[in-house]
């Protein structure tokens, strides 16, 4: 498992510090073209984040918005959803389902800063971190739910192996290496079930070609590098011998980069050095030296309850936080 580091250089060059001129219009957390800004700072989000699980929006938590010489600054605090599609597919996230919260969900948070000029958001600047949802809350809501293992865990590991095995045994073309272990999960009981999702990549030769030991297969790269989605449940009942193994796949077709600029380096193979923690850290940034700008932007939401006009002396306030999108 690798954690996913955008280090401050790497993306330095895309921070771009633009002249305020005068305090910017008041929007709301749910307005259209909040969530439009919103939509474009988590397709870039997914889009620099290559390990782990594609996010979803969850909600927007607050907005500001400033004018400056070349259009209008947002400034946008994001609450993301972890969801069942790994960063690797080619589903859009909208298509996308969020991961159940009895799965133990992780969730994101994410400081965005936008431009938007002549009615188009390019994003500035993004800060994200992520928490995994407390062991708590899932047994709160589900006592007898699995429990997130460590990605290297023994369990986890041999459950995934055999599970490719398994797959790679069935399959008559292309021979799987394994490229990332996404999830594992182990309960413990009269059967002892390690469930596991994994990511799978393409080598260059096929599953014959293996067992003759003709060819040296290397996982296939650039325009013919392609990748696959599985999930495995490893079950040992008292007194079997033998292990109940289930896999399913799900192989994408080849798919041609989009133009992200700037964008972060592939994520290598996992095959080897899984690192020992629960879930892939969704963690961008800080990538400017105006990072934290978002975070000064935050204040305390004052609502007029009373559905009285607000004096002019009162500073006007954003309808925020929005709504949830999800939960």
Excluded: W
């Amino acid at each position: 498992m690798k954690i996913l580091i955008i280090s401050a250089s790497l993306l330095l060059c895309q921070a771009v510090v633009l002249p305020l001129t005068q305090p910017g219009r008041v929007v709301n957390c749910d307005d259209p073209e909040v969530h439009e800004g919103a939509n474009v700072a988590v397709k870039h989000i997914n889009s620099l984040h290559r390990t782990g699980y594609k996010f979803a929006l969850e909600r927007v938590e607050n907005v500001k918005v400033q004018s400056s010489a070349l259009g209008e600054i947002f400034y946008l605090e994001l609450d993301l959803l972890e969801t069942l599609c790994p960063s690797l597919s080619p589903v859009p996230v909208k298509n996308c389902p969020v991961r159940p919260i009895i799965e133990q969900a992780v969730e994101g948070d994410c400081d965005v800063k936008l431009l938007k000029q002549n009615g188009t958001f390019t994003v500035l600047d993004t800060k994200c971190k992520s928490e995994l949802d407390s062991a708590e809350n899932l047994l709160r809501l589900c006592p007898h739910c699995p429990l997130l293992a460590l990605l290297n865990d023994t369990q986890v590991v041999h459950a995934v192996n055999v599970s490719l095995n398994k797959f790679n045994g069935g399959n008559n073309t292309a021979f799987y290496f394994l490229h990332e272990i996404g999830r594992g999960r182990i309960q413990s009981g009269i059967s002892n079930s390690v469930l596991v999702e994994f990511v799978i990549a393409a080598s260059n030769c096929t599953v014959d070609d293996v067992n003759a030991g003709v060819v040296a297969c290397v996982e296939e790269t650039g325009a013919n590098a392609h990748f696959g989605a599985c999930t495995g449940s490893v079950v040992k009942n008292p007194g079997a011998v033998d292990e109940e193994v289930t896999v399913t796949c799900t192989i994408y077709e080849p798919q041609v980069a989009e133009a992200v600029a700037p964008q972060a380096p592939p994520a290598p193979p996992q095959t080897k050095g899984v690192h020992s923690h629960f879930h892939h850290t969704l963690h961008l940034g800080p990538q400017s030296s105006e990072s934290n700008s978002a975070e000064q932007a935050h204040h305390a939401v004052r609502r007029s309850l009373t559905g009285e006009p607000v004096p002019p002396s009162v500073p006007r306030l954003p309808l925020c936080p929005g709504r949830k999108l999800h939960n």
